[in-house]
């Protein structure tokens, strides 16, 4: 993981929609744009930031680039991040929604090949706080400090964030990891990474119910994990089949041998529970569990 | 998006997988035209599963008996559902019944395929009997091959139900499907292979790419619940209880809820505005959204009290209430609406304190508070 | 296999590039049928280049001149070739003319897309100025933009002209091609992009998998010489002299050629009865295979002596010999046949010179005695 | 490069008609075939050679496997190579005809990807005289020695093998790189390995009119082989057209910078010329050509 006030960031499809809102944003934050790709508007800076036709055209203007946060339409992210692969972009942040799934899996089965980490899709992308934005968080709801905060959501990240901020605990890094069926980089990585990251003395986890992140998340912990982790649950009312995964990822859960109740918040909360960390009742409670959690470290 | 039986089927027919004769029957008159030869097997053409052991599958042997039982499964509601169109097959004897799947897996991130020579009907009590193979790098026959192997077939069947599986796959691939499963694949005594039943679940995210294949190979993927969901993103969910949720973001819509529950409310519909980072709804959209979100709420009779909660960068407190404010005067002036409570996080909260309170709306930066809020705005007896 | 004109922008027209109305005209009375407006441009189909110079295309403003026009085309050979049907298609102004192509590349052992913003009859004598993109890992959009960039484009035309190279690359991929080459691709001057002339080019070892593909789209794929081809695959090949030579392995019969030029003989004819590993002609109709090209050369009436080389590992030289022995028997109880000379190599070599010396036949080992057997046996006056 | 008696040897496509008739001479020749692929034949061994449905099969019963031939049917290759490759064979020998090229390209650009040696299609393989037989070439016309061949055909590489034999000049190994428009391995490649073998002491390289292998070869050898290299070529003679690469392969050679003559028996020998490479006149003549430059070593 490389994501500091120094990194240089590229934003591919900086001209669209999204693109065009939030780089002002970034920017603002005190990221480093250093280039936007808009195949077809090369040679048209876009906020002081050059903007090329092509990856390769931009690092060979710019030089090195660290981090590539791409707001492309859904049907171009693949090719947008096989593009930023191919110019050995090697950390890549999808904030689009929308992306065909299998679409995702291509753009793994490439960044495992060449060791990139990669976000999301459909997700608020990164921020740590003081330093830089990679994405759409709301930078007045971060403060710099030293927990790590992995989520599934957009805005209730954002809720946590601003509940662990109120309580005066600030945070070394946030992501969100994606609400997609198929996300390039899951917990069990996040978690691997914050436990080596000095910046991070506890991990907050924020999960939802549907497919079994949470229950993996909770066995890897348990396992390899020495930084004191809470975790949140959203959806123990939901409507059954209203925010759901699909039963034919239940169906490859099961024979996973994670057990028939997987998805559920009953199976999650359990799984936590095996896992000895603690689960938040309410976003309002985080705080106090992360100073229990650290007090006792 | 799940098709229907003879949906799939005709997906399975354009890829070469061995399906039956049939014909569609769209009313009753259709079954005299039959050109299958008796007996012939009638399936309701529903969505939802358990329709055999409801009685939506009928064997019949002449005309008459095929009209009686044709009138019978159009007034069979399977789940609630009643069929528009039924399948005519040709009836088919099984010697043995496997199981085939392709499906997305979102915990290996990768297509699955799925098999087991014990299909049929009660393949959901026999999970564990299922093999797997997960296809970790791009498709290539051997890991069909690898399936039939691990499914404990021999000889000719490792190649006839590869083939299959190969085919469900390009299928798969092809169409952007979550999920391609034929159960029961009936295997002749000869060894011949036969898909008696098809399901076929295309992603929604794929619908927008899959409009010219779909011209070329089955007009129906287009139709049903996806296109509309398509085109009115913003749907009101009803439950149970008397309030109204209006939220963005589907983690904090469900934490939302949670609490409400937790604080013994009963949510009674919620309306999920969307995330910021959808392209398909850009975010300059988001106050028609709210607007949308809102109306719908009102429309509900249940409704007794309204909590709004919406966070996120772009979101200011004082567009919000105006938006809100705006909208509350002009709807409640033909008939009176629920009591709302507004949470919201920003600078210009005092700002938007100020619109609302002046049309006696409450305004809070705290969920917990907003939850209490909410809470105390219903009639006590509700509670 | 080459396709003609049509043919490929029938298949442009699938993949969903652009090309102009255009109608076949298989016969000149299919002019009065035409539902193209004039000016209309009508052009002779045949797989040779150059037809624009030789005549083939002429631009017609009425029925009157077309008729004259397409009598005219309908019996001008270009390279010797006649042809079968003439395309009419709409006149088009274009304000410049591209050339694109995707091409497999032998030496970079992949596909390569080209382009040149300077396209047209002339493209043949730019090479230089010809740009080239390597499809080096699997094909994704940004291969095609990139090619774009190195022809120098800008703006709109950047993605314009990389949607098309795409197109292309998934025809060329899908149809298992050897080329597809658009030129001249026309630029209007609004910036649309018309394909005016195509070029493909099917590989032919791909023939027997694009059956299914073909019938999708385009029956004329697996007609013509390539079928033929398939089903036939000993040809005989005509040359200007009078030796005959049969031998198996493309790279054996060329060698042997050489020898037999070298040593100012003049071949006649070959016939190479193909290398050991074609799955297509499994060895062991080898001999089937022999008799075939015998019998080939036997027809010519030029050949005054016929040399058989034969290598393997698999031939045995009895073998070889009792088999050239019947047949030069039963074929020459009808009819004189010329001298012949057989080179193999292995252990039964003595008991074939015994088979073929009974009748006349010289058998060796050393492939340079055969070259100089094989001169000696010619008329003096022939050499 | 692992080619050695003591190799172990799988069969992919033993019961194909090819595959049947080879794999017992192979054997004959005492190249140690342990277990034959045969996707529904398993479980019928075949000249007492275990017969497995799927190569991880194979390996699981019989241990390491050092190279795959294969005789599968052409359709069936592409699959048949990755699942070599898949289960961690690092040598394929492709000997089949008619594969289409882009099925060649995937196998390529995985065994690039996992430096996977391979070899074909459309070949006769590779023979180590005395050794092992991996293909088709007829044993009896080699015999053990220091003379490596490669070559582009398939039987004019067993007269060229005679010729050095009856002039006692044995060969270290001979490759049949194969005929086919796209390669996977190149002669290039070939001479870098035999660069490096110890029991080659002089390079034979068989070409032909077409393609550009020859030329691209010859500079090669000017630049990178030390060992010295006589050539020889077929087709000074051929009709056009008729043994000629495909005009989009000649456009593409020409934008590589490699001359508009590219192909053609002139273009190849004064590639070899400028390269100093000795090219023989005839088969029979390559002995002597041989004998001499081993001598000026």
């Known amino acids: ?297 | 998006m799940e098709l229907l039986e003879y949906q799939a089927k005709e997906l399975f027919r354009q890829m070469g997988i061995p399906v039956l004769p049939s014909q569609r029957i769209c009313q009753l008159q259709d079954i005299k035209q039959l050109t299958i030869p008796y007996p012939v097997v009638l399936k309701s053409q529903v969505y939802t599963g358990g329709r055999g052991k409801a009685g939506g599958i009928r064997f019949v042997e002449n005309t008459i008996d095929a009209i009686a039982a044709a009138q019978m499964i159009f007034h069979l509601p399977i789940m609630g559902k009643y069929p528009e169109v039924l399948l005519a097959e040709a009836k088919y004897d099984a010697d043995r019944e496997f199981y085939l799947a392709v499906v997305l897996d979102g915990s290996e991130r990768r297509p699955v395929l799925l098999g087991s020579q014990q299909g049929g009907i009660e393949i959901e009590s026999q999970f564990d009997r299922l093999h797997q193979v997960i296809v970790d790098q791009e498709f290539s026959p051997y890991y069909a091959r690898r399936l039939a192997i691990r499914m404990g077939l021999k000889g000719d069947l490792i190649q006839a139900v590869s083939a299959i599986v190969e085919k469900m796959y390009r299928l798969f691939a092809t169409c952007d499907l979550d999920l391609v499963e034929i159960n029961p694949l009936a295997v002749s005594p000869s060894g011949k292979l036969m898909a008696l039943d098809g399901k076929v679940t295309v992603n929604d995210t794929a619908l927008g790419r899959q409009a010219l294949l779909s011209e070329f190979t089955h007009p129906l993927l287009l139709q049903g619940k996806a296109a509309q969901s398509q085109t009115s993103p913003i749907a009101r969910v009803d439950l149970a209880g008397n309030i109204g949720v209006l939220c963005n973001g589907a983690g904090l819509t469900m934490a939302t809820l949670d609490l409400l529950y937790k604080a013994k409310g009963r949510p009674g519909a919620f309306v999920d505005v969307g995330g910021e980072y959808r392209q398909s709804c850009p975010t300059s959209t988001l106050e028609s959204r709210i607007q949308q979100g809102l109306d719908l709420l009102f429309e509900s009779h249940d409704i007794q009290v309204i909590l709004v909660n919406l966070l996120g960068s772009r979101l200011s407190c004082a567009e919000i209430a105006a938006l809100i404010a705006a909208q509350v005067q002009q709807r409640g002036k033909y008939r009176s609406l629920p009591p709302i409570v507004v949470r919201c996080v920003g600078e210009e909260l005092a700002q938007a304190k100020t619109t609302l309170e002046s049309i006696g709306i409450l305004a809070t930066d705290y969920l917990d508070a907003a939850i209490t809020e909410t809470l105390s705005l219903l009639p006590v007896k509700q509670i």
Chains 1, 4 share one sequence.
Request: net charge negative.
């Open chain 1, 1 to 297: 993981m490389n994501f500091t006030a120094e990194s240089k960031i590229l934003i591919q499809g900086i001209s669209e929609p999204l693109g065009a809102i939030y780089t002002p944003l970034m920017q603002a934050y005190g990221t480093q744009i250093v280039a936007g790709v808009s195949p077809g508007g090369g040679g048209k800076p876009i906020a002081d930031i050059p903007v090329f036709d092509l990856v390769e055209q931009a690092i060979a203007k710019v030089g090195r680039i660290d981090t590539s946060v791409i707001f492309v339409p859904p049907y171009e992210v693949m090719d947008a991040a096989l593009e930023a692969i191919a110019a050995q972009i090697r950390q890549i942040i999808i904030i689009t929604e929308g992306v065909p799934p299998l679409d995702m899996v291509r753009v793994l089965r490439k960044a495992e090949a060449t060791e990139t980490l990669v976000v999301g899709s459909n997700c608020p992308g990164i921020i740590v706080p003081g330093q830089l934005l990679l994405g759409i968080h709301p930078p007045e709801f971060y403060l710099p400090g030293k927990v790590g905060l992995i989520s599934r959501s957009g805005t209730l990240t954002y809720e946590i964030a601003l509940e662990l901020t109120r309580a005066g605990l600030g945070q070394s890094i946030a992501i969100g990891i994606g609400g997609d069926r198929i996300l390039s980089s899951s917990f069990q990585q996040w978690l691997q990474i914050l436990e080596e990251d000095d910046q991070t003395e506890a991990i907050v986890l924020v999960g939802e119910i549907g497919g079994d992140s949470e229950e993996s998340a909770a066995r890897y912990i348990a396992e390899v994990i020495d930084k004191p982790v809470v975790a949140f649950l959203a959806g123990y009312s939901a409507p059954q089949g209203q925010f759901q995964g699909h039963a034919g990822a239940i169906v490859a859960s099961r024979i996973a041998g994670l057990g028939a109740d997987i998805g559920s918040a009953q199976s999650k909360l359990e799984a936590f529970k095996r896992a000895q960390v603690p689960v938040a009742d309410r976003p309002s409670q985080i705080p106090d569990l992360v100073k229990k959690v650290l007090e006792q470290v």
